[in-house]
């Protein structure tokens, strides 16, 4: 039973943390109307709403203008789900995912994101007591270097640094590391392979980071 409520805690917030980069991507109010398709504009009852189970009994359709909406809906909401219940031990972990997947789908949109969401959750991480193993000088490197790509190199965003920061204070130095390492190698390849000059670094910094936790759990595990 305790299960099924976290797995049902889980895919609910996904599933809103959609919704809402959803409406954010498309100006559309947050606080009004109901989950509507953004195809026919039809109101979407409870039943059309149900992560992943929804899409699949609708065959990815739109159940009143058959408009097919693909994967990537039911996909979010799987993966975000399955994330969030792995990292629901861990809350500041599992917070800052669900904040970092909200920022990831506004980044894939237009490429801009609204950082600032997460400067009070910095705060409250930069006065909890340290739990991982992370040193101020380790920190220190990481904001300079950040600064540097950011307002000499441009090659990031300043949008780029409140989640940088956040992402330092949840990881260990060398978990923080892995992180950035991969994101940049990620990104670069998909820059070579899509010719673009500009792309979203959110959504690899997430990837990197996920991984990083499984790789941290996987030797913990095994050691
Ligand atoms: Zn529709």
Not at 20 to 34: K, S
Not at 199 to 206: A, E, M, T, V
Request: aromatic residues 14%; proline residues 4%; contains cysteine.
């Amino acid at each position: 039973m305790e299960n099924l409520l976290l797995i049902l805690l889980n895919s609910v917030i996904t599933s809103s943390i959609i919704c809402l980069a959803d409406r954010v991507n498309n100006h559309i109010p947050i606080f009004i109307n109901r989950s509507f398709c953004f195809n026919c504009d039809h109101t979407l009852s409870w039943y059309d709403l149900l992560p992943v189970i929804s899409a699949i009994i609708t065959n990815f359709k739109c159940r009143y203008c058959h408009y097919h909406y693909g994967f990537r809906y039911p996909l979010l909401e799987f993966f975000g789900t399955l994330i969030g219940l792995l990292l629901f031990s861990d809350s500041s972990l599992w917070i800052t995912f669900f904040l970092m997947l909200f920022l990831a789908l506004e980044d894939c949109h237009d490429q801009s994101i609204h950082a600032n969401i997460l400067i009070p959750w910095i705060l409250y991480l930069s006065i909890t007591p340290w739990q991982r193993d992370i040193h101020a000088s380790f920190i220190i490197v990481i904001l300079t270097t950040v600064l540097f790509l950011v307002y000499v190199r441009h090659s990031l965003g300043a949008g780029d640094i409140p989640p940088i920061i956040c992402l330092t204070l949840v990881s260990s130095s060398m978990s923080f590391a892995f992180t950035l390492i991969c994101a940049t190698v990620t990104a670069g390849i998909y820059i070579f392979v899509k010719h673009q000059r500009h792309i979203p670094f959110i959504p690899f910094l997430l990837i990197g980071w996920l991984l990083s936790i499984v790789i941290e759990k996987a030797i913990t595990y095994l050691l």
